[in-house]
T-cell receptor, first 115, second 115 residues
Framework: KAGVTQTPRYLIKTRGQQVTLSCSPI?????VSWYQQTPGQGLQFLFEYFSETQRNKGNFPGRFSGRQFSNSRSEMNVSTLELGDSALYLC??????????????FGQGTRLTVV | QKEVEQNSGPLSVPEGAIASLNCTYS??????FFWYRQYSGKSPELIMF????GDKEDGRFTAQLNKASQYVSLLIRDSQPSDSATYLCAVNVPIGNSGYSTLTFGKGTMLLVSP
């Protein structure tokens, strides 16, 4: 069974540009969550999508947005990039129900560098 | 605010000792608890989950849960230098009366095992 796939693995962008990251969850998983991780900050929750609907949202500015497609694949977009957006972006998939169904499996992440 | 609290560390133990990692959570409705290990520059990987009060053992790892005290811990016996990593506690938090829950992470505890 294939794991969670994130593309691309590495990105270098210039301030002011926008970027789109992609996440393909484990087959059968309907929930995809996105996290930002910077050194010393832990996992900062961005948002969760379930069956194409945003179900939960963290405390990030509107420059950060996402969507989920009918096949559960998800994309995350960051517009007007700032230097502080440089981070490891992680996506996690789960069945999305209760209890053990919240068990999350992570992709390898996309390392974004803004210069 | 639904929170998961961990001591950031670092927790330093000598090789062969027992490492004890602790986590507290605020939502009494939480039913599932997970421990993830994250090596530097890598994505988190699930190492233990526990749903019932008491202890759960898996090899050198033991997870302990006390719902009355809202406390979950991870013990690592015979610690090895390869166990040096950040350990993330994750707790499922119900989303209102939706019937769904979301996974909330602590900021992690860094463990350093010295040879």
């Amino acid at each position: 069974k294939a794991g969670v796939t994130q593309t691309p693995r590495y990105l270098i962008k210039t301030r002011g540009q926008q970027v789109t990251l992609s996440c393909s969850p484990i087959s059968g998983h309907r929930s995809v969550s996105w996290y930002q991780q910077t050194p010393g900050q832990g996992l900062q929750f961005l948002f969760e999508y379930f069956s194409e609907t945003q179900r939960n949202k963290g405390n990030f500015p509107g420059r950060f947005s996402g969507r989920q497609f009918s096949n559960s694949r998800s994309e995350m977009n960051v517009s007007t990039l700032e230097l502080g957006d440089s981070a490891l972006y992680l996506c996690a998939s789960s069945l999305g129900g209760q209890g053990r169904d919240t068990e999350a499996f992570f992709g390898q992440g996309t390392r974004l560098t803004v210069v | 605010q639904k929170e998961v609290e961990q001591n950031s560390g670092p927790l330093s133990v000598p090789e062969g000792a027992i490492a004890s990692l602790n986590c507290t959570y605020s939502d009494r409705g939480s039913q599932s608890f997970f421990w993830y290990r994250q090596y530097s520059g890598k994505s988190p990987e699930l190492i233990m989950f526990i749903y019932s009060n008491g202890d759960k053992e898996d090899g050198r790892f033991t997870a302990q849960l006390n719902k009355a005290s809202q406390y979950v811990s991870l013990l690592i016996r015979d610690s090895q230098p390869s166990d040096s990593a950040t350990y993330l506690c994750a707790v499922n938090v119900p989303i209102g009366n939706s019937g769904y829950s979301t996974l909330t992470f602590g900021k992690g505890t860094m463990l350093l095992v010295s040879p």
